[in-house]
Antibody
Framework: QITLKESGPTLVKPTQTLTLTCTFSGFSLSTSGVGVGWIRQPPGKALEWLALIYWNDDKRYSPSLKSRLTITKDTSKNQVVLTMTNMDPVDTATYYC?????????????WGQGTLVTVSS | NFMLTQPHSVSESPGKTVTISCTGSSGSIASNYVQWYQQRPGSAPTTVIYEDNQRPSGVPDRFSGSIDSSSNSASLTISGLKTEDEADYYCQSYDSTYVVFGGGTKLTVL
């Protein structure tokens, strides 16, 4: 059974850097084809893909947020970390990590429960 | 950048059939697989259709997916609507460099 759980601060100040950790079980990020993605959802709004890291350390970023995002993995700890710099109130959202299904194409299943991050001074 | 456009909302009565569209902005939507996620209030999304028309185990066969290349769109069809189907539905696809979600469709079953 694959499970993922997000952790990190619930409140950050504007201009600060957000660091979120996704801790997972039931799969290994050293297995060919596997990946972990981050997706966010502002309150009452749509899902927005942020980043994706693959088993081979290849990385993909949302074009609109690329300059602010960094995704890394620690295979030994079964963790993926997302950092987002220069946080703004518009970045207030629930942040999800999700398992990239290791077949053709990029899609996600299952997802973590999500963690709400509020950006406010 | 490639975008996916969905209707903001749809509504239908229990027992009826509803179709939610997802239109690609450029290129061919048939070039890469389309997925559909269901999200109930307060919960994380779950997959109802993957790889255009495949159902994960546990998803009832009332849910089906299709691709129409002529309109460059994907569709999610739910037949025999139940009140429990009321949720937000998101389409999702990708290209070689990034992943894209549609804007979501709120399905009301009334």
């Amino acid at each position: 059974q694959i499970t993922l759980k997000e952790s990190g601060p619930t409140l950050v100040k504007p201009t600060q850097t957000l660091t979120l950790t996704c801790t997972f079980s039931g799969f290994s990020l050293s297995t060919s084809g596997v990946g972990v993605g981050w997706i966010r959802q502002p309150p009452g709004k749509a899902l927005e893909w942020l980043a994706l890291i693959y088993w081979n350390d290849d990385k993909r970023y949302s074009p609109s947020l690329k300059s602010r995002l960094t995704i890394t993995k620690d295979t030994s700890k079964n963790q993926v970390v997302l950092t987002m710099t220069n946080m703004d109130p518009v970045d207030t959202a629930t942040y999800y990590c999700a398992h990239r299904v290791a077949v053709a194409g990029d899609w996600f299943d299952p997802w973590g429960q999500g963690t709400l991050v509020t950006v406010s001074s | 950048n490639f975008m996916l456009t969905q209707p903001h909302s749809v509504s239908e009565s229990p027992g009826k059939t509803v179709t939610i569209s997802c239109t690609g902005s450029s290129g061919s939507i048939a070039s890469n697989y389309v997925q559909w996620y269901q999200q109930r209030p307060g919960s994380a999304p779950t997959t109802v259709i993957y790889e255009d028309n495949q159902r994960p185990s546990g998803v009832p066969d009332r849910f089906s997916g299709s691709i129409d290349s002529s309109s460059n769109s994907a569709s999610l069809t739910i037949s025999g609507l139940k009140t429990e189907d009321e949720a937000d539905y998101y389409c999702q696809s990708y290209d070689s460099t990034y992943v894209v979600f549609g804007g979501g469709t709120k399905l009301t079953v009334l």
